[in-house]
């Protein structure tokens, strides 16, 4: 996988991509190329893809000895601003206040075939022979300092992983004031800045705009990943179709603040970046101490979005989340959330659990409200243990009896959140972030908890812990309802700690109680969630194998939601739920037929108030968890893909699972809006088949491969106010679901 010639020119390749770099003239790495597979390089090939032709004019050299090397016009593997490169740079250090232009040479390299799985860093991991590690050493000399470049290469794979220790080989302590994780450089800007953006109730919409000469940027400075910008991003080649075309992808193992950008110069040269937002970070890095970036991952496909959204979720199923997750059906879970909200004691639970139960579901989660006195959104949360007017016989009896009905139990902590009227407030003021200033922020009426102290985290594990062993927990929902502001520790201030270390160590303690909770209970699976999707990303992923993808339950909504985060992320994240209708956030009524056919992709749950669902609504329920238990695997697993250009037509989605061999997929058609006399015959045009196989449509049509890719699958018929008999939709938000099987795998016609 990683092959080095004449100890300065390494080529990473696998049977997806080539990723080759080189000793530069300066002794600074410099990058060649990375995209589809090289294969074997001869000497000759080497020779050509080292050639450069230095662009002299308007240039400022890198040193005396060359008059004609610069490098701003080379590509390079970790840039430094200001030595003949004006693009900003990924890494910066100062030293009592006066910024140092570094200059890492190359010194040596070795491979590592090892990449274990560790709680304690969110990162990726490869069983023995899955991976290869290759890791540079540099120096620089003049200022006292090691870098050791990491780069990781995967068995089927598209992806590079990459990440940077920096160590203070000096006599004095140095600031770190950025130093991020992965770039990319590419030739040319004919690409688009795709991203996932959006606010509360609306994450992760997909965006996209055209590269220019100038720097585009997502990020967060929030203490969180955030509901406004998500760190997957990706250049898509401009004309790209939705399975044709390159795109270069990127995201980071991290869930504080980051940055994304991507920065065209004046000859359309492209430098993509990510890491940890240098805005409101610097590091004291003192003598013989290192630091160490969260891994960045680069992806390419050059099977447009749906190779890179399939590349992805594969890649993070196998590399990131506990791939035991993958083995280990996902239950089907009933939250009571939208059901109650804070209004509800053991009875009124049990009577749900009783009713989820009959309908066929397999794990009662308790929300929000079941702890200290909370009746509402303004007290208690610090203070985890149950409320005994709600649990009048103790919350071990309640677990008991939900396990007794062959259910599994689940609740809802916030473990970083305090409120100001909690005991915990009470007995430690001082372990919430804030400044000194009498003016304090305040988000949901609640405080954030200083995370970057341990105390404060070992405190919280030890109340979940009790919790958790009371219960015989199976499922826990880790909410994170604010973000940060006014970020100061008094911890930190005590210990002569920088603040601007904060949110840095605030994140690296709330993975310190991941890695308690875990460690300790290693079976127990973690639901992500902040307000909704305020955290969906891979540092969150690593411990958790799948995330609440938004407070907006609502079908419609959820079609973009669903769209967009399923680019970047595996299809088995997304947690699911049947609410409502007319739906709690938006009043929008859908049938439940529709919301069931949304919300069957991906581990599905369902969150409304059961005791007020009729007989019939009651036994579509149970065909629709009939159907999903019997096709949970490819719901949940399958290769995901969109069959329509989420970029063309907005008002139709259509979405497909495809099992390994490609021999079943169950494609999901959804039209928002009714379209007033559609055209008579409407067709899409279904990926992955194989021209000579026929394939059962609903088990009611034999059709053959390539009739379903080329000229497609039809679409529901829609009501014209004519065809009643035939007519297959109606209204507005209509949905279908088809079942294709290769007919020989079905046992024949
Ligand atoms: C957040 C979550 C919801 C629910 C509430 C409870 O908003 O996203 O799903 O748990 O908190 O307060």
């Given at each position: ?242 399975n044709k075309g390159e795109v270069y992808a990127a995201n980071i193992i991290y869930s504080g603040n980051f940055l994304a950008q991507a920065e065209v110069d004046e000859w359309d040269k492209t430098r993509l970046m990510i890491g940890i937002n240098p805005s409101q970070f610097s590091w004291q890095l003192q003598p013989s101490k290192s630091f160490v970036t969260p891994e960045a991952i680069l992806m390419y496909s050059d099977e447009g979005l749906n190779g890179i959204s399939s590349q992805f979720a594969g890649f993070t199923e196998k590399h990131i989340i506990n791939r035991e997750w993958k083995k280990t059906p996902r239950p089907i879970v009933f939250n009571n959330w939208e059901a109650t909200y804070f209004d509800f004691d053991q009875d009124k639970l049990l009577e749900l659990a009783k009713l989820g139960k009959e309908l066929g579901m397999e794990c009662f ?108 927990l199976e499922y826990i929902k880790w909410d994170m309802n604010r973000n940060i502001t006014e970020a100061y520790s008094t911890y930190l201030q005590a210990n002569g700690v920088p603040q601007t270390e904060f949110f840095h160590r605030y994140i690296l303690g709330v993975y310190a109680l991941y890695e308690k909770i875990l460690s300790d209970f290693p079976d127990i699976l973690i639901e992500g969630c902040a307000g909704g999707g305020g955290r969906y990303d891979l540092g969150i992923l690593f ?207």
């Amino acid at each position: 996988m990683i092959e080095v010639r004449n100890g300065n020119f390494f080529h990473l390749k696998n049977n997806k991509i080539s990723y080759v770099f080189h000793v530069m003239e300066n002794n600074h790495l410099g990058h060649l190329y990375y995209g589809k597979t090289l294969g074997e390089l001869s000497d000759s090939d080497i020779q050509y893809l080292t050639e450069r032709n230095n662009k002299s004019a308007g240039t400022v050299k890198f040193s005396t000895d060359d008059d004609l090397f610069t490098l701003t016009d080379r590509f390079q593997e970790y840039p430094v601003y200001g030595s003949s490169d004006f693009k900003e740079g990924a890494i910066e250090v100062s030293h009592n206040n006066d910024p140092w232009y570094l200059d890492f040479k190359f010194i040596d390299y070795r491979i590592e075939k090892k990449k274990e799985r560790n709680l304690a860093v969110p990162s990726t991991y490869a069983l023995e022979g899955e991976s290869e590690t290759l890791i540079i050493q540099l120096e620089d000399e003049e200022h006292k300092l090691n870098l050791e470049m990491q780069f990781t290469l995967f068995e089927d794979f598209g992806a590079v992983v990459r990440s940077q220790k920096l160590i203070n080989i000096g006599p004095e302590s140095v600031m770190i004031e950025k130093m991020l994780s992965g770039v990319l450089e590419l030739p040319t800007a004919n690409y688009d800045f795709l991203h996932l953006s959006g606010a509360w109730l609306k994450e992760r919409h997909p965006k996209k705009r055209k590269l220019a000469q100038g720097t585009v940027s997502v990020g967060s400075l929030k203490g969180a990943s955030g509901h406004q910008h998500n760190p997957f991003v990706a250049l898509v080649e401009e004309n790209a179709k939705i399975n044709k075309g390159e795109v270069y992808a990127a995201n980071i193992i991290y869930s504080g603040n980051f940055l994304a950008q991507a920065e065209v110069d004046e000859w359309d040269k492209t430098r993509l970046m990510i890491g940890i937002n240098p805005s409101q970070f610097s590091w004291q890095l003192q003598p013989s101490k290192s630091f160490v970036t969260p891994e960045a991952i680069l992806m390419y496909s050059d099977e447009g979005l749906n190779g890179i959204s399939s590349q992805f979720a594969g890649f993070t199923e196998k590399h990131i989340i506990n791939r035991e997750w993958k083995k280990t059906p996902r239950p089907i879970v009933f939250n009571n959330w939208e059901a109650t909200y804070f209004d509800f004691d053991q009875d009124k639970l049990l009577e749900l659990a009783k009713l989820g139960k009959e309908l066929g579901m397999e794990c009662f989660v308790v929300d929000d409200g079941w702890f200290g006195k909370r009746n509402n959104d303004r007290s208690s949360l610090g203070d985890w243990y149950y409320d005994k007017n709600k649990f009048t016989k103790g919350i071990g009896t309640f677990a008991d009896s939900i396990h007794q009905m062959g259910l599994q139990l689940g609740i809802w902590f916030e473990p970083e959140m305090v409120s100001p009227e909690s005991q915990l407030y009470k007995d430690h003021p001082e372990w919430v972030v804030r400044h000194s200033y009498s003016r304090v922020s305040i988000g949901r009426g609640q405080y954030v908890l200083d995370f970057s102290n341990p105390k404060v985290v070992d405190e919280i594990y030890g109340q979940m812990k009790e919790v958790i062993l009371e219960t015989n927990l199976e499922y826990i929902k880790w909410d994170m309802n604010r973000n940060i502001t006014e970020a100061y520790s008094t911890y930190l201030q005590a210990n002569g700690v920088p603040q601007t270390e904060f949110f840095h160590r605030y994140i690296l303690g709330v993975y310190a109680l991941y890695e308690k909770i875990l460690s300790d209970f290693p079976d127990i699976l973690i639901e992500g969630c902040a307000g909704g999707g305020g955290r969906y990303d891979l540092g969150i992923l690593f411990y958790s194998p799948q995330i609440w993808p938004s407070d907006d339950s609502d079908a419609i909504e959820r079609l973009t939601i669903q769209t967009g985060t399923l680019l970047g992320y595996p299809l088995s994240t997304f947690s699911n739920h049947v609410s409502a209708s007319p739906n709690h956030q938006v009043e929008r009524v859908t049938s439940l037929q529709t919301r069931q056919n949304v919300s069957i992709f991906g581990p599905l749950g369902y969150e409304l108030d059961l005791t007020k669902l009729s007989d019939e609504e009651k036994e579509e329920i149970k065909t629709c968890i009939s159907f999903y238990k019997k096709h949970r695997n490819l719901l949940v697993h399958g290769e995901f893909f969109q069959l329509l250009d989420p970029f063309v037509d907005t008002n139709e989605v259509s979405w497909g699972v495809a099992n390994e061999d490609k021999s079943e997929f169950i494609i999901g058609f959804y039209r928002k809006m009714a379209v007033a006399n559609p055209p008579a015959l409407d067709y899409i045009k279904v990926p992955f088949l194989t021209d000579d196989k026929i394939y059962s449509v609903n088990k009611s049509e034999e059709v053959s491969g390539k009739v379903l890719s080329h000229f497609g699958l039809r679409k529901p018929y829609q009501f014209n106010g004519a065809n009643h008999h035939q007519a297959q939709v109606k209204g507005d938000f209509q949905s279908y679901i088809y079942h294709l099987v290769e007919s020989d795998k079905n046992g024949g016609k």
